[in-house]
């Protein structure tokens, strides 16, 4: 490759769209299987995370898109992510991490009470 892409940096966040809710439930279980795998590669950093949004489109159906964290890029990068900027944490609900993301990665903002029930998995 003769260039250097500037997303491939630690500090860009990524986005993939996956459609519906009900057709990305499997795409989300096999991005979690993978998090978890590299999650403990990385020694469960705080900083690993990923998080899912859904948003009504045109009223009638859910659509879901999956965040990842600077440090979860290599993974985000695997299954096609798309760089993008910091995603709102009001908006977000975690999807795998430790609860402890929060804070380091939303460090002006109070954790979001729709973080869920997710852990390193």
Request: charged share 20%.
């Amino acid at each position: 490759m003769g260039h250097k892409q500037w997303w491939f940096g630690m500090t860009h966040w990524w986005c993939k769209r996956l459609g519906d809710a009900i057709t990305a439930e499997p795409a989300c279980e096999a991005m979690r299987m993978a998090f978890a795998k590299a999650h403990a590669a990385a020694g469960y950093s705080s900083g690993m995370a990923m998080f899912r949004r859904s948003e009504l489109a045109g009223g009638v159906q859910c659509e879901v898109s999956v965040y990842f964290s600077p440090e979860a890029g290599e993974l985000a990068r695997r299954f096609a992510a798309m760089p993008c900027n910091p995603p709102a944490p009001g908006t977000l609900e975690l999807l795998a991490g430790l609860p402890a993301c929060w804070a380091r990665l939303f460090p002006d903002d109070s954790p979001s009470p729709e973080s869920g029930p997710a852990d390193s998995t």
